[in-house]
């Protein structure tokens, strides 16, 4: 197992900021696959480009079960989120076969990646029942996430955990000072409010992101909470729109009114440390952030959380929902391999192991399981479950206005609503230069 | 001749001529994940970039950072290797002290800073509010930022400078001191009519090394801040990596990381040059 630690890729990458060597042109698609011949023939090694991610945590100690069932032997790279990311960008633009199977987050990266024909579509094993036995139950999986992992008309991966923005909160402070659990929006920046009244501004209301590539993903329940969509039916950005202006006044009033001092740096590990540390009432981050603040061993308050969804707005209830995927590289030459670690990892009861380990499954049959319905044994995992399944529900899957250029988008976003949060614009102003900035993006 | 020189300028091709040539091409095409190199766009990158605000920005908040860290750190490193020169109890001791924090990697001085300058939990503030000082938000502020990278790193890099400045004034004749203190030269006179008239090349040759690294800043403030708040520390480096990496718009961060190049090589042929008229006529 080698792994190269992600401030040694950042170096190389800084090195290489100054040629971009390693931006070459394309090979062909490496192998034909084992499926297309007829022949269905897993073995080998196979290498699993990973970012540092719960998911990764939790299916590692269980690799070595599949080795020795499968007798293929996995490696398993692990990098930091943006590292990962510069990684399979830069090794699959070049046709590389370092790795067969990586991690991607498909409203990221996806559509980009699918024109660029950077993921091997599945069907082909999907179709095979050698390779694919009816057991695997296709149809187990949420529709969402499964449709979140197809572009194109193909299924390009396959979704390993879903998530989305939910509010962690201090029950202890809520019943002491008489809070009442929020019911919408509005009510959550009074409960912010209530809060650094009652503890005298020793607790920070509200920990939310601020960080601007970061900030969209829990920006949408405001904004679609208003019930506007990212896009009008033409394709346009709907910021020209007044409640845009209002999503960003009661996001900003939370993050900049009632939120931690240098909260335009936060995302979730900012958030997760202040919250678990006892510093913040409320936390508005990933349904992920879980383990992180209900485990002791990190977390003061852990056996004070309770999570609830995000409430809704003006406009309904409608939290940010998303998956990842892991996908198959069209560069591997040992696509056989990798399909069977990827159909063990989604399995039924690989899924069902995960989610005991606290990884949110797009498996419906883990949530009925009445196994894991004993693991939720805490308050915390009660309604935390319950805050996943209103996501699943409810839950809108952009993270931002769809188009090929993700990373732009978001941080245009995360910029406007950073001015007002900094005092240097008002709502209305920056929901201007967001549209306009929008618009020359979307094209 | 050909046979003792020819594997160095291979090595020299391989290592400086291609990659730069390789990015004045990609600078000049369209780019794209999929097909990589496509057509041929000529110049339209660079007029993209002079109309770009944020790459005028962040051209500023380089040379901010460059002068401001540049004074700092020569007139901290001078002082320094005034304090080393003079008879110090255990100077090899606090010359290898001093070595430390040029010999940490960057990454990992940054991590550690970022814990200081936590605005809650920090060491930084605590430190502030011990005195009677509010805290500062520190790398959370766009009016904060650019201030706390320069302190990291004035803390890693002016110690450096004092051991060059040290080296060199070791390695001065001592016959004008003499004289000095035979004329009642006062050390302050001493100072500034003797010791830093001589150590013109040493200072210059100082400047000149850390003008490189300073131009192209990227690691310290990668993992401080990428750029961030509301893009206060976006060196060019910085959104040369986020146009590339992370919009994947890899020409115009060719462009952006060309020009750059160029404004490491003026800067550092102007050091050069004034090195040649001052210094070397001395």
């Not at chain 1, 952009?398 to 005092?423: K, L, M, T």
Request: aromatic share 10%; glycine share 8%.
């Amino acid at each position: 197992m080698t792994v190269r630690p992600w401030w040694q890729t950042a170096a190389c990458v800084a090195a290489a900021g100054m040629t971009l060597a390693a931006c070459g042109g394309n090979g062909d698609s490496a192998a034909d696959s084992g499926v297309a011949d007829g022949e269905y023939e897993p073995s080998g090694t196979i290498s699993l480009l990973a970012q540092k991610h719960p998911w990764t945590a939790a299916i590692e100690p269980y690799i070595p079960e599949f080795e020795e069932e499968t007798g293929i032997t996995v490696e398993v790279q692990t990098f930091a989120e943006e590292q990962a990311r510069d990684r399979h960008l830069t090794q699959l633009q070049s046709g590389s076969t370092d790795f067969d199977v990586f991690m991607s987050l498909k409203s990221r990266e996806g559509q980009m990646y699918a024109d660029a024909g950077f993921y091997e579509p599945l069907d082909p094993w999907l179709e095979d029942t050698e390779a694919t036995p009816d057991d695997w139950d296709r149809d187990d999986f949420k529709q969402a996430p499964w449709e979140g992992e197809a572009f194109n008309g193909e299924q390009l991966g396959l979704p390993i955990i879903v998530e989305g923005p939910v509010v962690f909160y201090r029950k202890d402070l809520f019943e002491e000072h008489g809070i009442e659990r929020p019911k919408s929006q509005d009510e959550l920046i009074d409960a912010a409010a209530a809060i650094e009244d009652a503890t005298q501004d020793s607790v920070t209301g509200v920990t939310i992101r601020g960080l601007a590539p970061a900030l969209p993903y829990t920006f949408g329940p405001f904004f679609h909470g208003t019930g506007l969509e990212w896009l009008d039916d033409d394709g346009a950005p709907n910021f020209d729109e007044p409640e845009a202006v209002e999503a960003i006044e009661r996001y900003v009033a939370l993050a900049r009114d009632h939120g931690p001092e240098g909260v335009l740096n936060y995302s979730f590990t900012q958030s997760s440390q202040l919250f678990a540390q006892g510093h913040a009432g409320m936390s508005v981050e990933s349904s992920n952030e879980i383990s992180s603040v209900i485990d002791p061993e990190d977390s003061t308050v852990a056996e004070d959380v309770g999570v609830m969804p995000t409430p809704p707005g003006p406009g309904g209830q409608h939290p940010t929902v998303l998956q990842w995927g892991i996908s198959m590289s069209p560069y591997s030459e040992n696509q056989d391999a990798a399909w069977e670690f990827m159909k063990w990892a989604t399995s039924p009861e690989m899924q069902l192991q995960l989610a005991m380990d606290g990884i949110a499954s797009p498996r419906a049959s883990t949530w009925e399981s009445e196994e894991f319905q004993e693991t939720l044994d805490r308050p915390a995992l009660t309604e935390w479950a319950e805050a996943l399944d209103v996501i699943q529900t409810d839950g809108h899957p952009e993270v931002a206005p769809p188009g090929e250029n993700q990373p732009e988008i978001r941080q245009i976003i995360g910029d406007g609503v950073g001015q007002v949060i900094a005092g240097n614009m008002d709502a209305a102003e920056a929901a201007q230069q967001i549209q306009s900035e929008l618009e020359t993006v979307l094209g | 001749m050909i046979t003792m020189t020819g594997p160095a300028g291979i090595a020299l091709l391989a290592l400086i001529l291609f990659p730069v040539v390789y990015a004045i091409v990609l600078s000049t095409v369209e780019w794209t994940p999929a097909q990589g190199f496509g057509e041929f766009t000529g110049f339209s990158n660079l007029q993209r970039m002079v109309e770009d605000a944020q790459f005028w920005d962040s051209l500023r908040i380089t040379l901010t950072l460059y002068v401001s860290l540049l004074v700092c750190q020569t007139c901290i490193g001078l002082y320094l290797g005034q304090l080393l020169d003079r008879q110090i109890r255990a100077r090899q001791f606090v010359q290898a002290f001093l070595l430390l924090p040029s010999m940490i990697a960057p990454v990992a001085i940054s991590l550690l800073w970022l814990l200081l300058y936590n605005p809650q939990f920090g060491l930084a503030n605590y430190l502030l509010n011990l005195v009677g000082l509010s805290g500062l938000p520190w790398l959370g502020d766009p009016s904060t930022v650019l201030m706390s990278i320069a302190i990291v790193d004035i803390w890693q890099w002016s110690p450096f400078m004092g051991l060059l400045m040290f080296a060199g004034m070791r390695a001065l004749p001592k016959e004008p001191f003499e004289a000095a203190i035979m004329d009642g030269a006062s050390p302050r006179q001493t100072f500034f009519r003797v010791t830093l008239p001589l150590l013109k090349p040493i200072i210059f040759v100082a400047i000149l090394i850390r003008s490189v690294d300073l131009l192209r800043f990227f690691d310290t403030i990668y993992v401080l801040t990428q750029g961030g708040p509301l893009d206060a520390s976006l060196t060019l480096n910085i959104y040369a990596y986020r146009r590339g990496f992370q919009y994947f718009d890899m020409s115009y961060a060719a462009t952006l990381m060309l020009t750059l190049l160029l404004l490491v090589i003026v800067i550092a042929g102007l050091i050069t040059f004034l090195r040649r008229r001052y210094a070397d006529a001395a």
